[in-house]
């Protein structure tokens, strides 16, 4: 007998949700995060594109002799193809799927409807971090994968940068799948 228990957290540009479901031989920690979508922007990005690149296309293709239908149907096709490039880059979702025993699935959700995922064996993973990156412009927090024979950090949200309250439970979640138990601080000063 499955059960499906669900918790959600909402934020300025991003929405945590939390699945678990408990089964026969373990239980399956599912941890989303998914970028809030406006519509509007997405839009109003779609006709600012059109409205500048189909008459400089339209110029260009008509100057180097070119009809005008063909120099419409060029300018319109680049503007298709640009859009669909940045549209289908965007990324919907993020997913961390903790396998007990067998590690961590990590799943990035495209718009395009492409899926990335990668695959850490439990084996390698010595302990999940959370560590705040400052810049001269910006500051904010990643969650991160301390690796055996690894040089660098491995990154659980690649393309999204959630803020930190949706990033803890995620942290505790990993570490009590790890076998890290412990206090937040204690993760920080060591």
Known sequence: MEELSSTAIEGKGYRYIRDVTMGRPEVIDIHHIILKNNARKGHVFCIFTAVLLVPVSFL????????????????????????????????????????????????????SGRTIRRFVPANKILKPVLNECVTPVTCYWILALILHDEGEFQLVFKELRPPVNMLVPVWKALCAATEIGGDISASFCQ
């Open 60 to 111: 260009n293709f008509s100057v180097q002799g070119n009809s005008a239908a063909i120099a419409l149907f060029w300018g319109l096709l680049i503007c298709g193809c640009l859009i669909r490039t940045i549209k289908g880059n965007q990324v919907n979702k993020e997913s961390v799927v903790i396998l007990p025993g067998f590690g961590l699935q990590l799943e990035t959700h495209y718009q």
